[in-house]
């Protein structure tokens, strides 16, 4: 190693945030750094970010550094790891690792957005394969996760041993393998870690994580006892959940159905790499209406709330096929996403309105988190023996809760890191060194770019206020023509006086033109922002808002 090399992480996204997981590991001197990167995620939108479908990290850094990125390593196909992928992938076209089910799900997702999307071609890498890029040698490790094949990654440099978590928890009796390797995580202790970037989404739970076996027999019993229809809504990926259902239903002598696009995509790639193996084939939506109600059970997407997901238009009884009925069930087999709660409350609203009776992890354990809990992240500190603890994946109490953690553990360097941040690991002191571009771009509809080109400011305006616009002609004698055409979008119908509003802003626009002497109305520019300017006063005197408005002034 020579003496001006260091090993540094550098977090674009995932550390102060749930979800959009970036990150990336650099080494050799500032100037000819080379890169890996883990992971690219998103996150979603809120109803601050209207029309916004995904919420993309802002990778700008790259820019400069493209042709010294060796590589994208993917722990896991969960949306917040590899959401981004497709993407961002083309602006970089680097090769990128990942397990076969992460591939399959790529593949899947171009197929469903008819190829909007390019194709990004994968080597597979799996827990146990070797790679070796740059300076970095990469080792997958087995950990056990609410999805098909998700892995840890060691990371070995001239300057020490890195182990990124990714998402992990200790489940000695998952639904769905793997379990998390612990004998291989002590070897890797053996041969020495620097650094241990470890998930924190649940470092504020003490004890450990119930285990996935413990929900798969409370599901089993709901359905067992069922006297009616029974609904489940978890997240799509939670493959061996969703095989833990419909084997408990077959168990019981029920039927199943799927609803959802994506469910059905993540189980047909299950099905193509052997997870689905001996369950029972599924129903179609036309068959459902034939099948005694408690016979039937239906695996379904929409626990976060999603509008245009299958159990919100059920709650709104706005399926052909398929509708519930007083006495059925639906469970809630996940976690509310912070800021998805009342979406999630307006559906189980609509279908109590229904007489369906609702179970959620408060009234059964019909839900556990993929994520460690306190106990286990001490382990993990016991089993890889980490000089450095840097908290990873989680909003800010999460990654304090964390820290402080480790150091009650004995380690004595957990660094403060956020998006953004150059963590120099080696050599010399553990020290944030710099900081580098990052941020939020979005994804609306085919498009991508930053919150001004996408116009989300001016969008958020509308929403509030409204939009006017009108056209006013003038003749050679810069009198006006007609009557100008004036149409508001989003506005109050009368005013505060009990007028049109329109027949207000109308009057505005021409009191606006008739107000400047003629001899001054040659300049259309300077009439055009007169009467923009008119329009919103009388708005805002009439109504207490100024919308947006967009004058036209042309001369015949």
Same mark, same amino acid.
């Given at each position: 190693?020579?003496?001006?090399?260091?090993?540094?992480?550098?977090?674009?996204?995932?550390?102060?945030?749930? /979800?959009?997981?970036?990150?990336?590991?650099?080494? /050799?001197?500032?100037?000819?750094?080379?890169?890996?990167?883990?992971?690219?995620?998103?996150?979603?939108?809120?109803?601050?970010?209207?029309?916004?479908?995904?919420?993309?990290?802002?990778?700008?850094?790259?820019?400069?550094?493209?042709?010294?990125?060796?590589?994208?390593?993917?722990?896991?196909?969960?949306?917040?790891?590899?959401?981004?992928?497709?993407?961002?992938?083309?602006?970089?076209?680097?090769? &990128?690792?990942?397990?076969?089910?992460?591939?399959?799900?790529?593949?899947?997702?171009?197929?469903?957005?008819?190829?909007?999307?390019?194709?990004?071609?994968?080597?597979?890498?799996?827990?146990?394969?070797?790679? =070796?890029?740059?300076?970095?040698?990469?080792?997958?490790?087995?950990?056990?996760?609410?999805?098909?094949?998700?892995?840890?990654?060691?990371?070995?440099?001239?300057?020490?041993?890195?182990?990124?978590?990714?998402?992990?928890?200790?489940?000695?009796?998952?639904?769905?393998?793997?379990?998390?390797?612990?004998?291989?995580?002590?070897?890797? +202790?053996?041969?020495?870690?620097?650094?241990?970037?470890?998930?924190?989404?649940?470092?504020?739970?003490?004890?450990?994580?119930?285990?996935?076996?413990?929900?798969?027999?409370?599901?089993?019993?709901?359905?067992?006892?069922?006297?009616?229809?029974?609904?489940?809504?978890?997240?799509?990926?939670?493959? /061996?959940?969703?095989?833990? &259902?419909?084997?408990?239903?077959?168990?019981?002598?029920?039927?199943?159905?799927?609803?959802?696009?994506?469910?059905?995509?993540?189980?047909?790639?299950?099905?193509?790499?052997?997870?689905?193996? +001996?369950?029972?084939?599924?129903?179609?939506?036309?068959?459902?209406?034939?099948?005694?109600?408690?016979?039937?059970?239906?695996?379904?997407?929409?626990?976060?709330?999603?509008?245009?997901?299958?159990?919100?238009?059920?709650?709104?009884?706005?399926?052909?096929?398929?509708?519930?009925?007083?006495?059925?069930?639906?469970?809630?087999?996940?976690? !509310?996403?912070?800021?998805?709660?009342?979406?999630?409350?307006?559906?189980? =609203?609509?279908?109590?309105?229904?007489?369906?009776?609702?179970?959620?992890?408060?009234?059964?354990?019909?839900?556990?988190?993929?994520?460690?809990?306190?106990?286990?992240?001490?382990?993990?500190?016991?089993?890889?023996?980490?000089?450095?603890?840097?908290?990873?994946?989680?909003?800010?109490?999460?990654?304090?809760?964390?820290?402080?953690?480790?150091?009650?553990?004995?380690?004595?360097?957990?660094?403060?890191?956020?998006?953004?941040?150059?963590?120099?690991?080696?050599?010399?002191?553990?020290?944030?060194?710099?900081?580098?571009?990052?941020?939020?771009?979005?994804?609306?509809?085919?498009?991508?770019?930053?919150?001004?080109?996408?116009?989300?400011?001016?969008?958020?305006?509308?929403?509030?206020?409204?939009?006017?616009? &009108?056209?006013?002609?003038?003749?050679?004698?810069?009198?006006?023509?007609?009557?100008?055409?004036?149409?508001?979008?989003?506005?109050? &119908?009368?005013?505060?006086? /009990?007028?049109?509003?329109?027949?207000?802003?109308?009057?505005? !626009?021409?009191?606006?033109?008739?107000?400047?002497?003629?001899?001054?109305?040659?300049?259309?520019?300077?009439?055009?922002?007169?009467?923009?300017?008119?329009?919103?006063?009388?708005? =805002?005197?009439?109504?207490?808002?100024?919308?947006?408005?967009? !004058?036209?002034?042309?001369?015949?």
């Amino acid at each position: 190693m020579a003496k001006q090399d260091e090993l540094v992480f550098l977090p674009l996204g995932g550390v102060g945030e749930i /979800g959009m997981n970036l990150a990336l590991y650099g080494y /050799g001197p500032p100037e000819h750094r080379q890169w890996i990167m883990v992971d690219c995620g998103v996150t979603f939108p809120g109803p601050d970010l209207p029309g916004v479908d995904l919420v993309l990290p802002d990778i700008r850094f790259l820019a400069s550094e493209r042709k010294n990125l060796k590589a994208i390593i993917i722990t896991h196909a969960h949306e917040d790891h590899y959401g981004a992928l497709a993407d961002l992938w083309p602006g970089l076209n680097v090769p &990128v690792y990942a397990s076969g089910f992460t591939a399959g799900l790529l593949e899947a997702k171009r197929n469903f957005e008819k190829a909007r999307i390019g194709e990004v071609p994968v080597t597979l890498f799996k827990a146990g394969d070797k790679i =070796n890029v740059g300076p970095f040698s990469i080792e997958g490790v087995a950990v056990n996760h609410s999805i098909p094949e998700p892995m840890s990654l060691m990371i070995r440099t001239p300057a020490g041993n890195v182990i990124h978590t990714g998402d992990w928890k200790i489940d000695h009796e998952p639904s769905l393998g793997p379990l998390t390797d612990e004998t291989r995580f002590r070897q890797l +202790g053996d041969e020495g870690v620097l650094a241990l970037m470890c998930d924190s989404t649940n470092a504020l739970r003490d004890g450990v994580s119930p285990s996935e076996k413990d929900v798969s027999e409370s599901l089993r019993k709901i359905i067992e006892d069922a006297e009616g229809r029974v609904a489940i809504t978890t997240f799509s990926s939670n493959v /061996g959940r969703i095989r833990t &259902v419909a084997e408990a239903a077959e168990a019981a002598g029920r039927e199943v159905l799927l609803l959802g696009s994506s469910l059905k995509r993540v189980v047909d790639v299950a099905q193509d790499i052997g997870l689905m193996e +001996g369950v029972k084939p599924f129903i179609s939506e036309e068959e459902y209406g034939y099948i005694p109600r408690d016979k039937v059970v239906v695996i379904l997407t929409g626990s976060q709330g999603e509008a245009r997901a299958a159990l919100a238009k059920l709650s709104r009884d706005e399926m052909r096929n398929v509708a519930f009925a007083a006495g059925d069930i639906v469970v809630f087999s996940s976690r !509310a996403i912070p800021g998805n709660e009342k979406a999630i409350q307006d559906i189980k =609203n609509g279908l109590v309105e229904q007489g369906v009776h609702i179970i959620t992890d408060i009234e059964a354990l019909v839900h556990v988190s993929g994520h460690p809990r306190r106990n286990e992240l001490q382990r993990m500190y016991e089993w890889t023996r980490p000089k450095i603890v840097v908290p990873v994946h989680g909003e800010a109490t999460h990654l304090t809760a964390h820290k402080e953690l480790a150091e009650q553990s004995g380690i004595s360097i957990v660094p403060r890191v956020r998006n953004g941040d150059i963590l120099r690991l080696a050599p010399g002191p553990v020290e944030v060194i710099g900081e580098a571009p990052h941020g939020r771009i979005y994804k609306d509809g085919m498009l991508i770019g930053d919150f001004d080109e996408m116009g989300i400011g001016e969008r958020k305006k509308l929403s509030y206020v409204g939009h006017v616009a &009108v056209s006013i002609v003038l003749d050679a004698r810069y009198d006006i023509v007609g009557d100008p055409d004036l149409v508001s979008i989003g506005l109050p &119908v009368y005013d505060d006086e /009990g007028d049109e509003m329109e027949d207000t802003l109308f009057d505005a !626009a021409i009191s606006a033109i008739e107000s400047i002497p003629r001899a001054r109305r040659k300049d259309l520019d300077m009439l055009q922002e007169a009467v923009r300017r008119a329009i919103r006063a009388a708005a =805002n005197q009439s109504w207490g808002k100024k919308p947006v408005v967009t !004058a036209f002034v042309t001369k015949v």
